[in-house]
Each structure stands twice: as structure tokens, then as C-alpha cells.
């Protein structure tokens, strides 16, 4: 598939001339235009889990920068400014984020929090205090809430978990044994792909729980590795599978159950929380067990396995080139929040997050820079995309992750590479 790639300024303004002429006038004249617009990011920027959350905020840096340049160039005086709060991923810490925007009368969010729980944790207050985020990383099916100022523009967990329950089907698996955080993530995803899967005939075992900031990684795995053996015993290793919902502790569990007789006979799946992730590859016996499962982890994807749209592909490499972290589709999407935005405010001149919800969805509908479409549902999340599987291979001297396969989600099939 060819990509052509359009300036951004000419998508920035046309996409608001275009929504211009179709947006019905009924709201009273504008507002003047402001010179500062200020947003701000929730994100996790410190401890183990600041990957995603730095590389999402070199996304967010260089989305300001652009719109500010789209603003300049147009002549306007307006500019952009983002405000970053590290979380830590802990929802306290993300509550109190929130609570500090807006006693600086910062009330539009854009990219983070970077997990459901999170996003969870501020849902009520953000309603409640006039706030609006757009958010490109929680998932959970329980926040899809129709009318609520979250937005999402990355679709919920039924569409991952469709993924996963189609390629498990593709590879033959008759019984599954799934591993899951106890969080809002991972408990609605579990009960995604139990749904998804068991509608196929197939089974799924009760499986093993873990609470946020566990580490006996060792008594989860073992717990599993009965349920794993149960199941090889009725349908036989190559039709059993792990699912471990979890982030970027996936190499902790993978050290515990390489060291439990025959977990690495079965295959595992994982989920986008854990997928590319360097934690993985950076343990030689994580990544050594990794491989030998041919452990396959979704995540939401912009193209396919073989074809990244330019735009995306040129992001990625400036903020590669900013942070030296490969960002996924989810980090990439922060950029198209501010640009979403940065329309936004200039369809209404205002910074009202009320205004700015009531023209949202329809700005969405129309933007598709990265090289996909934004259009949201009726709870205000991404209607849908493909997801990209990745796996670990050994590659150049060493283990990396390559992508394998595409869930192509218009049509519900799995294509790999070479077809």
C-alpha cells in the first residue's frame, strides 16, 4: 500500500476549513482569541514504568511545537503550552495531578493517564470540576461511558481482545489459561478474551490473579502451572496457551516459569501493556523464554506489520531521535490529542472544555494525519483499528522484538507478512 504524505499545515488547515463550512453555526460569536492555551499531561515519567510515559511526553513536545508553527504560520497570535505531572503510574499520584491543573485553571488533558486505573481514579473529578481529556492509553471496557469528558483515541478492550481470541483460534488452542493484574485493566481484559474465547467452543481455565505491586512472581507462575498442566493433559502442549495481562513486569514472570518444568512447551500470549517492552529482551532469561513460547503481544496499530503510513513512521523516528525509545501506536497517538485539540480551539476560539467536547467528535471524524482515522463511538472512544502482534526474536547478535502479524479488525482475520 502507497501512503502519500500531506504537509501538516495544509491537513491542520484544511480539516478547519472543512469543518468550518459543515459545522452548524447555532452558538453565539466567539471568543477572542486567547495568546496562551495551556494543557496538561498526566503521565508516567519516573520509576519502572516510565517508558511509555517519556515517550509520550517527546510526542506531546513535538505536537506543541508543530501547532505552534501551524499557528504562527497562519498568523495567529495563539500559542500552545503543555504542563507535565509525573504519576508514577499510582492513581493517587494521577488524582493529584489532576487536581493541580485545575487549581491552575488548566482543564483540558491530552495523552495520559497512561493506564485505565488511572484514568479510573480521575473519571469523577474530571467530570465533576469541567475538565476534558483526551486520552491515547486506557482501554478498560468499563470507562466506554457514553456523554462522560473522557475521551479515548484508542478503541476498549473488546476490540484487543477480538485480536487475541482470533489469532488463539488461528493457532489451534483449545484451553487457555489467562494471568491477569487485578486492576481495571487487566480484570476487564481477562473478561474480554474469556467471552471472545470460550464464544469459539473453546475453554478457558479459571486462572491466576495478581495485585498491583506483587512480586511473588514465583507463586503466580506456579499457581498457573498447575492450572497449564491440567489442561495439557486433556487437549496436549500445542493447544494450550498462557494470556498474561500485565506490564512491563512480563520478565519477572518469565524468569519464574522458566525455572517450572514444561511452561515453555505451551504457548503465551500477552497484551499491549507488555508488548515491546525492553524489560523483556534486556533479561537474557526473559527473553530466551520469551522466544522459545513465541510469545505474542498486540498492541493498537497504525498500518500494519508491513506498512507504516509515512507520517507515522517520521514521528516515530523524531521521537527516536529526541528520547532513544521506540514509541508504540498508543505514544504516537499523543501527538495526534494536541493537534485534535489545537483544531478544536480553533473552530471555537475558546478553551471551554465544554465547547471543545461539543465539536470534538466531529473534528475527529475528519482528522487523519498519522494514517488513521479518528472517528470515535458513541462513548467517545476510537471506533476501531487494527493491532499489530509482536514477539521476541533473536536478531542481529541479539533478542529484539519484530513484529509478526496483523489482526486486520475490518474484516476480523489475521494477515502476516508476505500476503
Avoid at 5 to 14: E, K, M, R, S, V
Avoid at 92 to 116: D, H, K, M, W
Avoid at 166 to 175: F, H
Avoid at 222 to 240: F, W
Wanted: glycine share 8%.
Amino acid at each position: 500500500m502507497i501512503y502519500r504524505t500531506i504537509p501538516p499545515l495544509a491537513i491542520f488547515l484544511g480539516g478547519c476549513l472543512l469543518l468550518l463550512t459543515s459545522c452548524k453555526k447555532a452558538d453565539p460569536e466567539p471568543e477572542p482569541v486567547s495568546n496562551q492555551v495551556n494543557l496538561g499531561a498526566v503521565l508516567a515519567l519516573s520509576g519502572i514504568y516510565s517508558e511509555e510515559g517519556l515517550a509520550s511526553k517527546a510526542s506531546l513536545e513535538l505536537a506543541i511545537q508543530d501547532l505552534n508553527q501551524h499557528y504562527t504560520q497562519a498568523g495567529s497570535p495563539t500559542r500552545f503550552t503543555c504542563s507535565y505531572l509525573d504519576s508514577e503510574m499510582d492513581t493517587t499520584l494521577a488524582r493529584q495531578a489532576v487536581e493541580s491543573f485545575c487549581s491552575q485553571g488548566i482543564r483540558l488533558l491530552a495523552g495520559g493517564p497512561n493506564t485505565s486505573a488511572e484514568l479510573g481514579a480521575i473519571r469523577n473529578y474530571v467530570d465533576s470540576h469541567g475538565m476534558l481529556d483526551l486520552n491515547c492509553f486506557s482501554t478498560a471496557p468499563s470507562l466506554a461511558i457514553p456523554g462522560d469528558n473522557i475521551f479515548r483515541l484508542i478503541p476498549d478492550d473488546n476490540v484487543q481482545g477480538q485480536a487475541l481470541a482470533r489469532m488463539m483460534q488461528y493457532d489451534t488452542i483449545e484451553a487457555l489459561v489467562p494471568v491477569w493484574l487485578n486492576d481495571t485493566y487487566g480484570t476487564g481484559l481477562a473478561q474480554t478474551v474469556r467471552e471472545k474465547f470460550t464464544l469459539t467452543g473453546k475453554v478457558v481455565m479459571p486462572g491466576v490473579e495478581y495485585d498491583p505491586g506483587s512480586v511473588d512472581f514465583n507463586s503466580v507462575m506456579t499457581a498457573a502451572a498447575l492450572q497449564v498442566n491440567e489442561a495439557v493433559a486433556l487437549y496436549g502442549h500445542s493447544h494450550v496457551a498462557v494470556l498474561l495481562i500485565s506490564f512491563q513486569d512480563a520478565a519477572d514472570f518469565f524468569v519464574a516459569a522458566a525455572a517450572i518444568t514444561d511452561m515453555n512447551l505451551v504457548k503465551w500470549y500477552g497484551c499491549d501493556a507488555n508488548s515491546q517492552k525492553t524489560q523483556v529482551i534486556n533479561n537474557t532469561i526473559a527473553a530466551s523464554f520469551a522466544e522459545k513460547v513465541r510469545f505474542l503481544a498486540p498492541v493498537m496499530a497504525i498500518g500494519t506489520a508491513t506498512a507504516t503510513p509515512e507520517p507515522a513512521r517520521n514521528l516515530s523516528d523524531r521521537i527516536f531521535a529526541k528520547t532513544g525509545l521506540h514509541p508504540d501506536d498508543m505514544a504516537l497517538s499523543a501527538y495526534d490529542a494536541v493537534m485534535i485539540l489545537g483544531q478544536c480551539y480553533n473552530l471555537t476560539r475558546s478553551a471551554d472544555p465544554a465547547r471543545i467536547k461539543a465539536i470534538l467528535p466531529e473534528v475527529c471524524s475528519a482528522y487523519n494525519y498519522l494514517g488513521i482515522n479518528r472517528s470515535l463511538n458513541e462513548a467517545g472512544d476510537l471506533l476501531g483499528s487494527n493491532f499489530i502482534f509482536w514477539t521476541v526474536r533473536s536478531l542481529a547478535g541479539g533478542r529484539s522484538w519484530d513484529s509478526y502479524a496483523t489482526w486486520i479488525s475490518e474484516g476480523d482475520y489475521i494477515l502476516f507478512p508476505g500476503y
